[in-house]
């Protein structure tokens, strides 16, 4: 590419890193172990275009056909226990990175609830490391035009998270290649 035409694309990538940054908080300390009855965690199957293998002529050949579609069916679910949430806080606390992926495939949420309805969760993709925190209800601030969600995280895991998220899959027997 000719650095004539490079210079729009870097400009748009980052306007685009500065806007999702700008929606955003820049800590977690919104996202307490508080306020709801119980979490749920679930995992999922997924399966889209980025995560398969591209169409070729063996395939042609061999007459294979692959879905176009994306898949998302969750695969199981269960509760934590109160000690598990608390383990869990405690390591979401620590030190988070604030950079993310631009992927969309989440395979594994952890909504909390109070009565039947979700007041704040975590959405991970195993796959990029991504984490997602999202408080529920709260009020989105606007300064100078940009609006800005004061419940609204997007990360990386640490190491140490996503090493106690494999184990609590594991410790369920959820048959995940993790």
């Known amino acids: 590419m000719k650095p004539k035409k490079i210079i729009p694309h870097l400009i748009l990538l980052l306007v685009i890193v500065v806007e999702l940054n700008g929606q955003q908080s820049s800590t977690i300390d919104f ?20 995560a398969s293998v591209p169409n070729s002529l063996l395939f042609d050949k061999l007459e294979i056909q692959q879905e176009k579609k994306t898949i998302h069916k969750k695969v199981g679910e269960y509760t934590l226990t109160k000690n598990e949430i608390s383990k869990l806080f405690k390591k979401l606390h620590k ?5 993310h992926a631009l992927d ?6 952890i909504n909390f609830y109070t009565n039947t309805i ?8 195993m796959s990029t490391g991504n984490l997602k925190l999202k408080k529920e209800n709260c009020e989105k601030k606007t300064d ?3 609006t800005i969600d004061p419940c609204l995280f997007l990360g990386k895991m640490t190491p140490e998270f996503e090493t106690y998220i494999k ?8 048959n995940r290649d993790l």
């Open 31 to 50: 996202f307490k172990n508080e306020g709801f009855d119980k979490a749920v965690i679930s995992y999922y199957y997924v399966q889209d275009k980025t």
């Open 95 to 99: 030190k988070i990175d604030a950079t």
């Open 104 to 109: 969309t495939n989440t395979d594994i949420e």
């Open 118 to 125: 979700v007041v704040q969760h975590i959405t991970i993709s």
């Open 144 to 146: 100078q035009n940009v």
């Open 167 to 174: 184990r609590l899959l594991k410790k369920r027997n959820t």
